[in-house]
């Protein structure tokens, strides 16, 4: 890495290989899956307030509860593929939609 002048702001990238490590280390990998959940509970959030509904209501559409509800959306919970259908599908009338990449 570089020496930065004091003023100087350090790019994202090198950020991150500062603080989590290499990409492919065992901290970067958890980081990187933490920020995964995070996203996804943050898609939730935003798509259940553009719904107007509130957690209560999304928890009764989706078969699940406010609880459940809120942990995904504050990064506190695992959730089950058939469960996150469940969500967009029947809590939210959505259609859900996945991709894998691959890195070189």
């Known amino acids: 890495m570089k020496k930065r002048k004091a003023n100087e702001l350090t790019p994202f990238g090198e950020h991150l290989d500062i603080e989590y490590g290499k990409k492919g280390t065992d901290k970067r990998n958890n980081y990187e899956k933490e920020l995964e959940s ?50 967009v599908q029947d ?7 996945f991709s894998v990449n691959f890195e070189e």
């Not at 809590?91 to 939609?97: M, N, S, V």
């Open 38 to 87: 995070f996203k996804l509970g943050i898609v939730i959030k935003e798509a259940r307030k553009f719904r107007l509904l509130t957690q209560e209501a999304l928890a009764l559409k989706s078969g699940t509860t406010k609880f459940y509800i809120s942990r995904i959306e504050n990064n506190g919970s695992d959730i089950r593929l058939s469960t996150l259908m469940k969500i």
């Open 91 to 97: 809590g939210l009338g959505g259609k859900l939609k």
